[in-house]
């Protein structure tokens, strides 16, 4: 319910601001959209300049929640969607297409509302889309629609919690996370890792700060998760692209399929994943001093480096590559070998193999956290939702 009422939010918002925009803003002409190029960065060439402010672009096309939003939020939130296995890649590529063509319209309508691409930049309110309102309604007008951005930039936080709790509480539940068992725990009687969610809130905030400090600092976290997000894309995209390759009767049958599709798209979301990753490591101007420096490559480098000290002592990873489902009322999921794989669901059956080898997996006695705990390996179970 929450979710559909914040969908609405976001259509009618875009709604008002583009059609206010098209009514009221100055325009530009079509060859100055399009075909006017400026390099503000100091870069050599005009060709260089653009690979640079390629950055801005995928960070607004990797948060999806803001520019195409929710594309990939429903994968986050797997464990509680029902037929999970059709509904998640249908809803990933229904709000991608849509929210890109969305996402265009607006932005070729911003891009033709800017007077001057200068002014915008150094307005005194530091925001160019404050100017381009500006230019457009009078300061009443200017602070509704600034009011209507606000109200979608907390929707889309909204959004952007749920999957990333989701994500935190499932990476703790492996242990990969300092004090696992505490984030990773699910609240029994609300049904969601409510420690996961306060933790995630925290921390947001405490990096929204940062920018009241230092603008450089909070722009070298912000390009950073753009270096992580494009690192595990290719690891992703690079095993599932080696498995289909080479070991194509190891991968489960999919509810839903790209078909013959399904390998040039891996192919071109990998490429794009690696050229995203090698651009996103650089400064926005030059010269380079302290302040304009990328200091995402040494963050993420110390980043990298803690993580990998992290699976060495305590990671232990799920150990079956399968991720089944059954039918609309079935969710399959991966149980974990060793401390056990914790699961809130009950009634849950399952059947494992290991080598050539099955055998049936019975539940064992809940643990103290109400929570049904499971330590074969390479099992697989099936859930009634």
Not at 15 to 27: E, G, N, Q
């Amino acid at each position: 319910m929450v979710q559909n009422t914040l969908l609405g939010v976001r259509i009618i918002g875009w709604l008002v601001i583009v059609v206010t925009l098209w009514a009221l803003a100055p325009r530009q002409s079509a060859s100055v959209v399009f075909t006017q190029f400026t390099n503000e960065g100091g870069w050599s060439t005009m060709g260089l300049s653009l690979m640079v402010g390629q950055i801005s672009a995928i960070f607004g096309s990797t948060l999806r929640e803001r520019f195409l939003p929710g594309s990939d939020a429903t994968a986050h939130m797997a464990e509680e969607v029902d037929d999970a296995g059709r509904s998640v890649p249908i809803a990933i590529v229904w709000s991608y297409l849509l929210n890109a063509a969305m996402g265009f319209i607006l932005l070729t309508t911003y891009i033709f509302a800017i007077p001057s691409v200068t002014d915008a930049l150094n307005d005194p309110s530091a925001y160019p889309f404050i100017y381009v309102f500006r230019n457009a309604l009078p300061t009443s007008g200017v602070n509704g629609l600034t009011s209507i951005i606000l109200l979608l930039v907390i929707a889309s936080n909204i959004s952007f919690n749920a999957a990333t709790s989701r994500q935190t509480s499932s990476f703790a539940r492996d242990n990969g996370l300092p004090f696992s068992t505490w984030i990773g725990h699910v609240n029994p009687g609300k049904e969601i890792p409510a420690n996961a969610v306060a933790l995630t809130c925290l921390i947001s905030a405490l990096l929204a700060l940062i920018n009241l400090g230092s603008s450089a600092a909070f722009n070298a976290i912000i390009s950073l998760q753009v270096v992580a997000l494009m690192f595990t894309y290719c690891v992703s995209i690079s095993c599932v692209l080696y498995r289909r390759l080479r070991h194509p009767n190891n991968l489960p049958a999919a509810r839903w399929s790209l078909g013959r599709s399904g390998v040039p798209l891996n192919v071109a979301g990998l490429a794009y994943a690696v050229y995203a990753f090698f651009w996103c490591f650089w400064p926005n101007v030059t010269p380079v001093d302290a302040e304009s420096f990328n200091w995402a490559v040494v963050m993420f480098m110390g980043a990298l480096g803690l993580s990998l000290v992290q699976q060495k002592i305590k990671f232990s990873a799920p150990d079956t590559l399968n991720y089944y489902e059954d039918s609309s009322s079935l969710l399959w999921t991966d149980l974990q070998l060793g401390a056990g794989f914790n699961l809130t669901q009950t009634a849950i059956y399952g059947i494992g193999k290991a080598m050539n080898e099955s055998f049936l997996v019975t539940p064992a006695v809940n643990d103290t956290s109400g929570r049904t705990r499971f330590t074969k390996s390479y099992v697989l179970a099936r859930v009634e939702l």
